[in-house]
């Protein structure tokens, strides 16, 4: 069983910064790529940022492109979602996923844990 506990979210203004973390109990944790996804009220889950399992291969989406970086420390088990620039339509909460496979991926169903998420919040 893998468990994931994603924490940093809070209450910040617009252009404000953030960093996300997500502690990682997979021993095979170096060997899986990870994602951040996020929800908002009355919306669908939709995918933020992936990354592959050594951290060389990235993709975002269009809406947080240029704004937001995703990083991982496999020697520490975290993945980390850094958050700049936040505007009002980043609020949503926050969810890491990891899968068993190396390649980073960018829908829901390639993902097999899910950590309970964690409220991010920008007011204008």
């Known amino acids: 069983q893998v468990q994931l506990v994603e924490s940093g979210g809070g209450l910040v203004q617009a252009g404000d910064s953030l960093r996300l973390s997500c502690a990682a109990s997979?021993?095979?944790?170096?060997?899986?790529?990870m994602g951040w996804f996020r929800q908002a009220p009355g919306k669908e889950r939709e995918f933020v940022s992936t990354?592959?399992?050594?951290?060389?291969?990235?993709y975002y989406a269009d809406s947080v492109k240029g704004r937001f970086t995703i990083s991982r420390d496999n020697a520490q088990n975290t993945l980390y979602l850094q958050m700049n620039n936040l505007k009002p339509e980043d609020t949503a909460v926050y969810y890491c996923?990891?899968?068993?496979?190396?390649?980073?991926?960018?829908?829901?169903?390639?993902?097999?844990?899910w950590g309970p998420g964690t409220q991010v919040t920008v007011s204008s």
């Open positions: 996923a990891i899968r068993s496979g190396l390649d980073a991926a960018a829908t829901t169903d390639h993902y097999d844990y």
């Open positions: 997979a021993r095979t944790f170096s060997r899986n790529a």
């Open positions: 990354i592959n399992w050594i951290g060389s291969v990235t």
